[in-house]
């Protein structure tokens, strides 16, 4: 048996969002029946390099009704109907200082995806690239339960790599014609619309510009709230990315508190998500939060209650969803021959 090594370009190659969206699905949806194993996330931390490691194994076993209990309008094609289980692990890091004193990348992730049968190593990937698509993966998932069924508008805040993966997964699920993005740099946000202005309208804009879309995605890693409820239309719906630390807060508590709350983990979320700075505060409670994805994934919680309502979903990122990505990655890269196969395991030695 061989292992499949896969760089960036063969997880961009594989790892095709419709069916990406499928299986992130799946993930919350074995994750809130309890068929998931997840321990917390761990820190090495390392001051003297101004950086941490972090872990993040997950087993999960996929029931075929998993993602069957909402579509909503998805345009999107369906994945392999069939129960799935699968293991692995990403091992991620946050290092700031790198693009500037190594020529490196500030997060630099690789996941191991192994067989949960007998732990052989099916596949070494690229962890960074999984990251990005997974999580606008998760923000495709809350955006079909909980946005407008006929969202065509999606705003964005923040103009980096994840804005990208937003609008791909985004439009996946909603008939997305026009998008607004928010930046302070001017570069950045030409590049976006230059990205994507023979798919989409595309264009500048502010704040409230952005948050005035059905659909508003907020990708920045600001510590003082910079969406406050004025700038957001009466039943905009906020996928909070920007979040994954303590202290990071991109909407303002008025803003939580009004709003339909949907979380990813409930630990995660008060720990480091976009909850976490009012949680800790007692300005929003248990009480303020309407219920975790993978409720409204199975269908024992509704996701938008009112056309009017604001729904904001909580995204931390979870293990599972690295699991879920990199089984479609594997799964696609098996078919097509991708990446580079070598013997890692000697399977003669007992």
């Given at each position: 048996m061989n292992t499949i090594l896969l760089d960036s370009d063969d997880v961009d190659e594989n790892i095709r969002m419709g069916a990406l969206i499928d299986a992130v699905e799946q993930a919350f949806?074995?994750?809130?029946?309890?068929?998931?194993?997840?321990?917390?996330?761990?820190?090495?931390?390392?001051?003297?390099?101004?950086?941490?490691?972090?872990?993040?194994?997950?087993?999960?076993?996929?029931?075929?009704?998993?993602?069957?209990?909402?579509?909503?309008?998805?345009?999107?094609?369906?994945?392999?109907?069939?129960?799935?289980?699968?293991?692995?692990?990403?091992?991620?890091n946050v290092h700031p200082d790198n693009p500037t004193d190594h020529d490196l990348p500030t997060v630099l992730g690789t996941m191991i995806y192994s067989d949960p049968e007998t732990a052989f190593p099916l596949a070494i990937m690229d962890g960074t690239t999984l990251t990005m698509k997974r999580t606008g993966a998760a923000a495709a998932v809350a955006t079909d339960h909980l946005a407008v069924s006929d969202a065509t508008s999606l705003g964005l805040v923040g103009a980096g790599v994840q804005s990208y993966t937003q609008l791909d997964a985004i439009s996946e699920v909603r008939p997305i014609e026009e998008v607004v993005v928010s930046d302070l740099d001017d570069e950045r946000v030409q590049r976006f619309i230059d990205a994507y202005d023979d798919e989409f309208t595309v264009r500048a804009g502010s704040i409230s510009e952005a948050g005035h879309c059905?659909?508003?995605?907020?990708?920045?890693?600001?510590?003082?709230?910079?969406?406050?409820?004025?700038?957001?239309?009466?039943?905009?719906?906020?996928?909070?990315?920007?979040?994954?630390a303590e202290g990071k807060h991109e909407l303002a508590d008025e803003l939580l508190q009004a709003a339909t709350v949907v979380i990813d983990d409930h630990e995660q979320c008060t720990h480091s998500g976009e909850i976490n700075v009012p949680y800790t505060d007692g300005t929003l409670t248990d009480a303020d939060i309407h219920a975790e994805l993978g409720e409204l994934v199975i269908g024992t919680t509704d996701g938008r209650t009112a056309e009017t309502d604001v729904t904001v979903f909580d995204s931390t990122g979870l293990a599972i969803q690295d699991v879920a990505a990199a089984h479609v990655v594997y799964e696609n890269a098996s078919e097509s021959d991708s990446g580079s196969r070598f013997g890692l395991i000697d399977t003669d030695v007992q």
């Open positions: 949806g074995a994750f809130e029946r309890g068929d998931t194993q997840m321990p917390a996330k761990s820190y090495i931390d390392l001051p003297q390099y101004n950086g941490d490691f972090r872990s993040m194994p997950a087993y999960l076993s996929v029931r075929e009704s998993d993602a069957s209990s909402s579509r909503s309008g998805s345009q999107r094609d369906a994945d392999d109907a069939g129960g799935w289980d699968a293991a692995g692990l990403k091992w991620v059905d659909v508003l995605s907020t990708v920045t890693p600001v510590r003082d709230p910079v969406v406050t409820p004025e700038d957001v239309g009466e039943h905009t719906h906020i996928n909070a990315i920007g979040a994954d």
